[in-house]
């Protein structure tokens, strides 16, 4: 099935909605299709994926995953995972995008119509992670106003905000006795008082905290810029968004590393415990990070890799990225684990009660540790602000990429005129509102609904195996492996096509079952569980997304003339008629005009010589 061709095969599903492009494009008058664009350089490229898959979980994740799951040894599961899933699934995304010249949608429904639902379901995730994700950055930027101030406002109990109850947690004000379980810090009660200003449960939501609104308005405000002029402007922003995190990173690693008890930190960061490796939650964790880190099966990397040269060389490309995002990760655990082994000594506890991880590292436990620093607004303004950088990025190239899925869909509607804007302008205002509910009193709850169950690493495991499937077992391995050698001029390495078929789908399948088995409900914090009401929607956003792989095959088996049988071979083979938007612009800026459909093997393509 993988490598013979339907004679007969036609695409009356897959250009359903393309079969009348050109007889709209005709009724448009004499107004032209916008070109589609391409990256203005191979730099451009490597920097938007860069500034995609790093992003905070490289550094509020993965180190204190690290700390807790047995120090060095979880580079063991970690690595495993990384060569047999990771870097085989990031070069699957990365070279369909670029062999097909589509976003994620349409290249999967171009390359396996049967498994379309794949593409629909990424960008389904995508807009569930627009919704939620930059309220991290929200956060960010109001502690990054707070930071401007004489002194910093979590560093005391004198503020409005404090309670009786605010107690400075060092050595020099408790006098060397433990406080008492009833007194809170003052960057907790900044945090949940004035920042949060959190309710007391979900049923509790209240009104809109109009500054963290503002603060919203702001970063959406900027993405929206970033994005509005598609890879002409997300090519030139990247060149500071993604590298200005990298200079924060080696100033905060500097620093952390001259800190009293730095070593200690750093000890508890790598420190080797082998018999962890016998814990199955190891594993999945390792596995998990693999997939959130990589921004695997969000769609993300297909769109970004639709905007190369055909003949660029996305193998090396793959293995350049790969080795980037996880030395990142490894280098951010010294300057967290070096601050946080500093804030212990200082504070005359063990670091296991300082080492947390995500939201509980970036605004509670770093906050406390730059507040005993010398000069803590200037460690307290470079932290933030690669905070925000960090998210930023992975922000608006998500956006990019569901706005380079839409258009591809309906390249005769998006690309004229300022179509394309205006459609950007909806998404984000419609994601702005969306987002209103998460900075109210009870948002934190809302948010961490949002994170436990919209992206789930379920999820992500669930569309792994299904696009392994695809390819290794429908499309074909060496079918996809030649696609791969037309491009880049020579056969990637021989273990991709078997991990495409074998290995990939079994490891990522096994995890899945893993943590189904062990799911555990929501824990939303100071011993609160979710109530009923607050589970449903949170299943309701996880089955958005991933019920859409069956729903589009039914679909598709539905609307596809012939016999049943028949039907299953045209859907599971290439298209012969492309959407017209299938062809790649030479290295020249000479745009081709638009033509009729292509066939995926016999798009144009730059002599391999010529950019060698």
């Keep these: 099935m ?35 664009g391409q990256w203005a350089s191979k730099t451009e490229f490597l920097l938007a994926v860069a500034g995609q898959i790093i992003g905070l979980g490289n550094v509020w994740r993965f180190p204190y995953l690290c700390y807790k799951n047995g120090g060095g040894v979880f580079f063991v599961p970690y690595l495993l995972f990384l060569v047999l899933c990771g870097v085989p699934l990031f070069l699957l995304e990365t070279s369909l995008g670029q062999y097909t010249s589509l976003g994620g949608v349409s290249a999967w429904r171009n390359i396996c119509p049967l498994f379309g639902g794949l593409g629909y379901a990424s960008q389904v995730m995508i807009l569930h992670g627009c919704v939620y994700y930059i309220v991290i950055l929200a956060w960010a930027l109001f502690y990054l106003a707070y930071s401007f101030q004489t002194e910093l406002p979590w560093a005391h109990c004198n503020n409005t905000w404090n309670t009786e109850a605010c107690v400075l947690f060092n050595n020099q004000t408790t006098n060397g006795s433990f406080p008492s379980e009833n007194t809170t810090s003052p960057v907790m009660e900044f945090w949940e008082r004035e920042v949060l200003q959190l309710s007391s449960n979900l049923d509790e939501l209240g009104p809109v905290n109009w500054r963290l609104a503002l603060c919203l308005a702001v970063v959406w405000l900027v993405c929206y810029f970033c994005v509005w002029k598609g890879v002409k402007s997300t090519g030139k922003v990247v060149y500071l968004t993604a590298t200005f995190p990298y200079v924060m990173l080696f100033v905060l690693l500097i620093r952390g590393a001259t800190l009293p008890g730095a070593t200690q930190g750093i000890i508890y960061y790598l420190k080797p415990n082998h018999t962890r490796l016998a814990d199955p939650q190891v594993w999945m964790d390792a596995g998990t990070q693999i997939f959130f880190s990589y921004g695997i099966c969000l769609g993300s990397l297909t769109a970004l890799g639709s905007y190369n040269k055909y003949n660029n060389d996305c193998h090396k490309d793959c293995y350049m990225l790969c080795l980037l995002n996880s030395s990142t990760s490894f280098l951010a655990g010294f300057a967290i684990f070096s601050v946080l082994g500093f804030m ?4 005359g506890i063990d670091i296991s009660e300082v080492a947390q991880s995500g939201p509980g590292l970036a605004f509670i436990a770093y906050p406390r540790a730059v507040a005993l620093m010398p000069l803590p607004q200037l460690w307290a303004v470079c932290f933030f602000l690669m905070i925000i950088m960090l998210g930023l990025d992975t922000q608006f190239v998500s956006l990019e990429a569901l706005m380079t899925s839409v258009t591809d869909l309906y390249p005769w509607l998006f690309r004229r005129g300022h179509r394309r804007e205006l459609l950007l302008l909806l998404v984000c205002v419609v994601c702005f509102l969306l987002g209103l509910v998460m900075v109210t009193p009870g948002g934190l709850y809302v948010f961490q609904i949002y994170d436990h169950y919209s992206c789930s690493g379920a999820s992500l495991l669930l569309l792994s195996i299904f696009q392994s499937v695809a390819i290794g077992w429908v499309y074909g391995p060496d079918r996809f492996n030649s696609n791969i050698r037309d491009m880049i001029g020579y056969d990637p390495l021989p273990v991709f096509k078997l991990c495409w078929k074998y290995v990939t789908p079994a490891v990522c399948t096994a995890t899945f079952l893993f943590s189904l088995v062990c799911w555990s409900p929501l824990s939303l914090g100071k011993g609160l569980a979710a109530p009923g009401w607050a589970t449903v929607l ?10 859409l792989l069956p729903i589009w095959a039914i679909y598709a088996l539905a609307t596809t003339p012939g016999t049943l049988p028949q039907r299953f071979r045209r859907l599971c083979c290439p298209a012969d008629n492309s959407p017209p938007g299938l062809h790649h612009l030479p290295s020249k800026k000479t745009a081709l005009p638009l033509t009729t459909a292509l066939p995926l093997t016999d798009k144009p393509k730059e002599p391999i010589t010529d950019i060698i």
């Design 2 to 36: 993988a490598d013979q061709r339907d004679p007969d095969q036609g695409a009356v599903l897959l250009n359903g909605s393309q079969q009348g492009t050109r007889a709209k494009g005709k009724e448009a008058g004499e107004e032209s299709l916008q070109a589609r």
């Design 344 to 347: 212990a000594q200082e504070q």
């Design 538 to 547: 949170g299943w309701v956003l996880t089955l958005s997304s991933v019920s």
